[in-house]
């Protein structure tokens, strides 16, 4: 069983900074892209930013330049550092690894989710 842990969710005012975290335990061979995603109340989930085990990333536009998407292999650990907050990245952010199990196969896997909410 693999379980993902996130921390550092909480209020922060507009233009203020976070800093999410999401720790890998159990036992697997490795892990791929991960990646961290958010839903705001009544919205779809949407795709924040990803970053494979070469340490490449992406983000989506309005995103860009403000978070930073980055991992420690030894830790196992998956972070997102947000800066310049705006009340409309308000959501839940949620974390998935892409893992390679114990019998080498792929597996998706997704943390609990940490709440953000930008207001002043």
């Known amino acids: 069983q693999v379980d993902l842990v996130e921390s550092g969710g909480g209020l922060a005012q507009p233009g203020g900074s976070l800093r999410l975290s999401c720790a890998a335990s159990?036992?697997?061979?490795?892990?791929?892209?991960m990646g961290w995603y958010r839903q705001a109340p009544g919205k779809e989930r949407e795709l924040v930013a990803n970053?494979?085990?070469?340490?490449?990333?992406a983000y989506m536009d309005s995103v860009k330049g403000r978070f930073t998407i980055s991992r420690d292999n030894v830790k196992n650990t998956l972070y997102l550092q947000m800066s310049s907050l705006k009340p409309e990245d308000t959501a839940v952010y949620l974390c998935?690894?892409?893992?390679?199990?114990?019998?080498?196969?792929?597996?998706?896997?997704w943390g609990q989710g940490a709440l953000v909410t930008v207001s002043s």
């Open positions: 998935k690894a892409n893992v390679i199990t114990t019998r080498y196969r792929s597996l998706g896997v």
């Open positions: 159990g036992s697997f061979v490795s892990i791929g892209t």
């Open positions: 970053i494979d085990s070469g340490r490449s990333t």
